[in-house]
Nanobody, 115 residues
């Protein structure tokens, strides 16, 4: 089992920045991959960014060059640095961990970008 707790969401103006954190209840060193997803009202949940245990990253095209995912194994925490935020980035952001063929989710944190 893996419990995930997100933090760092909030309200920001367009062009601003936020950093999301996802704290895991176990060592993330052995977790195959961790990622951030988001879901806007009326839309499907979509992958934003993902980082593997080996450090490989991938991003949605819509956030490339603006968002950066990173992990701190010593703190069992994954981060999502979001810069140059746009109103279309408004969504609930969820942390995900894929471990032993199972997916685990956090409760989500709201990010609202005003124009």
């Amino acid at each position: 089992q893996v419990q995930l707790v997100e933090s760092g969401g909030g309200l920001v103006q367009a062009g601003g920045s936020l950093r999301l954190s996802c704290a895991a209840s176990r060592s993330i060193f052995s977790i195959n991959a961790m990622g951030w997803y988001r879901q806007a009202p009326g839309k499907q949940r979509e992958l934003v960014a993902r980082i593997t245990s080996g450090g490989r990253t991938n991003y949605a095209d819509s956030v490339k060059g603006r968002f950066t995912i990173s992990r701190d194994n010593a703190k069992n925490t994954v981060y999502l640095q979001m810069n140059s935020l746009k109103p279309e980035d408004t969504a609930v952001y969820y942390c995900n961990a894929r471990w032993n063929l199972n997916d685990y989710w956090g409760q989500g944190t709201q990010v609202t970008v005003s124009s």
